[in-house]
């Protein structure tokens, strides 16, 4: 003898026996996480560097190279020293030369001394270790205890992208066929997490493996040290907010407000 049970047929109850308990409902999936409600990643009053490093890094089809522009031509006119750590002609060669040319060095001597106030620009890109892995806590932390002993500062920013624009812009830059968009795709899957742990190209193989299939647990082991990177800078921008981007990072380095790159 059977009846109707939950949508189910299950058999009825013995009348020897107590009755069996109803099946619980399935749990229901969490919800999906709440969007930011308001960005926070921009200060709203910041003070004015007196002096110090203002470390830039450029994650790709961000709008990073406005970003660059801007900050190398309000350098040379405001009295700030510039260097970028990219060399495109050298490749990846280059990783193992980022911290010795003429230009870094200075920075570096400058941090260093005790009685000279520097003031300097650096713009990460490709061809350097990785912020999350290296730079963040091997070379920022004792520069920023560096400088602050000697009244200066050290602000560290990036500006971020909805990932499926950035995916978009990178296809349009790289000329992507059809035929090639699937493993373009899942090679630059998570692209944010994986250049602020590790810049550019500089990846683990679990995840230069991911061209020929996609992981999600491999990329799910990027959430909590990448949200620990992020957190570490001082000033995040959007690119679909650039301008107030510009407006912020102009208020921190103490130039008018109302500059914007010029190409």
Not at 8 to 22: D, F, I, R
Not at 159 to 169: K, T
Not at 228 to 257: C, K, M, S
């Amino acid at each position: 003898e059977f009846k109707e049970f939950c949508g189910k047929c299950a058999p009825a109850a013995h009348p020897l026996l107590p009755p069996l308990p109803p099946t619980p409902p399935p749990r229901p999936p969490p919800p999906p996480p709440l969007p930011c409600s308001s960005w926070s990643g921009l200060p709203e009053e910041p003070a004015p560097m007196k002096c110090g490093v203002f470390w830039f890094l450029h994650i790709g089809k961000t709008g990073g190279s406005s970003v660059n522009v801007h900050l190398k031509s309000m350098a040379g006119a405001h009295g700030w020293d510039f260097v970028e750590l990219y060399n495109g002609q050298r490749g990846f060669d280059y990783r193992g030369y980022w911290n010795m040319t003429p230009a870094f060095q200075k920075i570096a001597e400058g941090v260093q001394n005790r009685w000279r106030p520097v003031k300097a620009i650096v713009s990460q890109h490709h061809t350097s270790p990785g912020f999350g892995m290296y730079i963040k806590d091997h070379l920022l932390v004792p520069w920023r205890a560096r400088l602050e002993a000697k009244g200066c500062a050290l602000v560290s920013s990036t500006v971020l992208r909805a990932q499926p624009a950035q995916l978009i812009s990178n296809v349009y830059y790289n000329s992507v066929t059809r035929d090639k968009l699937p493993r373009f795709a899942n090679y630059h899957a998570n692209y944010h997490a994986r250049y602020l742990l590790y810049g550019g190209y500089e990846w683990p193989q679990y995840l230069k493996a991911q061209v020929d299939g996609f992981d999600a647990d491999l990329e799910l082991r990027l959430l909590e040290p990448a949200r620990a990177t992020l957190a570490a800078f001082d000033v995040v921008g959007r690119t679909h907010e650039l301008d107030l981007y510009f407006e912020t990072i102009n208020q921190v380095l103490g130039w008018p407000t109302g500059a914007r790159p010029i190409w």
